[in-house]
């Protein structure tokens, strides 16, 4: 599912549309790589006012922020998720040369997601944090 927001980032302001096909090529890029997951907007309720909010940070961020945008919620995009290991949508997933740097999750305040991109432009790489399964004693 898609939404004439969403579509905008990738057809008014070519944002890459991310497969797993291209993943590893777009997140390998040199720079802060910006993934966004929006989920299925006709269920997540914050998915077009993220895909409104996410283009106004690349401006703020001046070139620093190279995003594209997750369209297959329920096929690629779901192996992706669990690449990533996040719960909730929509999600930016910030991904370093490669590197996972970190996850902003639904939609901020405007001088959080500030905060937060400042302090994640220069965060070390980190791992994942994935799914947690729980253990349970037979």
């Known amino acids: ?51 409104v909010v996410l283009p106004e940070l690349v401006r703020a961020f001046d ?22 290991g996040f719960k909730e949508f929509p999600a930016l997933v910030f991904v370093r040369e490669g590197d996972y740097v970190g996850t902003l999750t639904r939609i901020r305040d405007w001088s959080e997601y500030i905060n937060e991109i400042k302090v994640l432009l220069t965060a070390p790489k980190r791992r994942p944090p994935g799914f947690k399964i729980p253990v349970v004693a037979a």
């Open 63 to 84: 070139g620093q922020l190279r995003p594209g945008v997750v369209t297959d919620t329920f096929g690629d995009g779901k192996q992706l998720r669990l690449r990533y």
């Open 1 to 51: 599912m898609t939404h004439p927001l969403i579509e905008r980032l990738l057809q008014d302001l070519e944002y890459p549309e991310i497969s797993l096909a291209n993943h590893d090529d777009f997140v390998a890029r040199p720079g802060m790589n910006v993934v966004f997951f929006p989920g299925d907007p006709q269920t997540v309720r914050d998915a077009t006012d993220v895909a």
